[in-house]
């Protein structure tokens, strides 16, 4: 299962979602982290194909991977160039498999960053 999460950050990488009916279930739901929610496999495949005609993903480095049965985690850092804006964030994916090894749950978290100590190190 890791490395299907693998493959879809690859996806991003280079931009080709030929892969992405081998990743997710037909049914899929999708949550992004700032709040999109995409239903299905079309839908996810009409996203990735807009987001990349205004888009660039310049890194998705995976940090590490919790797995546990048909669930798997990854913390990661993510950044993309996006209509000229150039933004990162650190984030966490947690995805669901079915019994045919496909995505069929998946939810985005965010986190800025920039972190800074308040009360000092």
Known sequence: ????????????????????????????????CYGPEYIGIN??????????????????????????????????YFKCDYEGNVDGFDGATIAKFDDSHKIYDLKEFQSKAEHYQPYGK
């Open 1 to 32: 299962m890791k490395e299907k999460i693998k493959l879809y950050f690859e996806c991003w990488l280079t931009k080709e979602g030929t892969n992405l009916r081998n990743l997710f279930s037909d049914n899929v739901v999708y949550s992004e």
């Open 43 to 76: 839908q996810i495949e009409k996203w990735f194909k807009d987001w990349n005609e205004k888009g660039t993903v310049l890194q998705w480095d995976i940090k590490q991977y919790i797995e546990q049965g048909n669930t798997v985690v990854v913390e990661w």
